[in-house]
């Protein structure tokens, strides 16, 4: 491939200037089209790539959700391209990503007065039925994270969105709209889930006796992610400590705790294990069930 494209391009910055989303769609062209390859030689200077993927996906998954937005949907549009085979080269990736990234003069606020449009005409269709308050529904966004992946029952999730309604509708609401806010939240609900697996949102949401995030099971969140690009579940993978180390952001004396956190969870089973007097040296045989 390019090595200069790549080089260029935004996903690879540290920094991560570029909008996430875009860097999911750009990273995407590469792998599909750009001849790309996750090796190790990749991971050990592009380490950050592989904890930026959820971040990446959460982004997109937003642009898939804004029907409305003309630019969010061109780059949905761009990627589903990609997906189909409709683009054949980083050149014609990139003819069609720059121009979506820099829109000409005037042309942003034109799309923005389109989408507010859209807005306000889907309001005016709902009737008085309709529901105008967006600090409610980014509290609802807000719950749909907090419950996603918890198995809440049904009645608590209930419980749950009165408390809300109650904090940020202070006006009555007819059965249908009550019905379409708890429809809102579990479709929300629902997207989280599609977003990111029950084990990753549980180790991010695990945490230390300071109430700070578990930096053990941050680790074994960052090392999922590595066995998920090497192996599909119902295959095996084996590494030496130094080797798992070297895939990672951190060093041979922090990936024990992980790799057993993750096999406590039930991701990864010991299927051969280490030689006791050589464990550095000899590789441990795991095989993916998660």
């Not at 998954?61 to 780059?75: E, G, L, M, T």
């Not at 859209?118 to 709902?126: D, K, L, N, S």
């Not at 977003?195 to 941050?218: C, H, W, Y």
């Amino acid at each position: 491939m390019d090595s200069k494209t790549l080089s260029n391009a935004g996903f690879l910055n540290p920094a991560q200037k570029q909008h996430y989303a875009h860097s999911h769609v750009e990273f995407y062209a590469h792998r599909r089209v750009g001849g790309l390859k996750i090796d190790l030689e990749f991971l050990n200077s592009y380490a950050h790539v592989i904890s930026y993927q959820d971040k990446w996906l959460d982004q997109f998954n937003v642009y898939r959700r804004k029907r409305n937005d003309v630019q969010a949907q061109a780059f949905v549009t761009l990627y589903d391209d990609l997906a189909a085979g409709k683009v054949s080269t980083l050149d014609e990736f990139y003819a069609r990503f720059n121009k979506l990234r820099k829109p000409k003069r005037g042309k942003a606020a034109k799309l923005q007065k389109r989408t507010n449009a859209a807005i306000r005409g889907a309001i005016e269709r709902a009737g008085i039925e309709a529901i105008d308050n967006p600090k409610l529904f980014k509290a609802i966004h807000r719950l749909a994270t907090k419950l996603s992946h918890t198995r809440t029952a049904a009645t608590e999730i209930n419980n749950q969105l009165d408390v809300l309604i109650q904090e940020h509708h202070p006006h009555s609401l007819s059965n249908k709209q009550r019905d379409d806010l708890h429809l809102r939240l579990l479709d929300k609900i629902e997207i989280m889930e599609q977003q990111i697996s029950e084990v990753e949102a549980n180790l991010l949401r695990m945490r230390d006796q300071t109430g700070k995030p578990d930096k053990v099971a941050f680790h074994a969140y960052q090392l999922y992610g590595i066995v998920k690009l090497e192996v599909a579940v119902g295959e095996t993978v084996g590494h030496n400590v130094r080797d798992w180390a070297d895939l990672v952001p951190f060093g041979p004396n922090a990936i024990t705790a992980p790799l057993a956190m993750l096999v406590k969870l039930g991701v990864l089973e010991e299927v051969e294990p280490a030689k006791q007097n050589s464990y550095q040296g000899k590789t441990t045989i795991y095989k993916r069930l998660l």
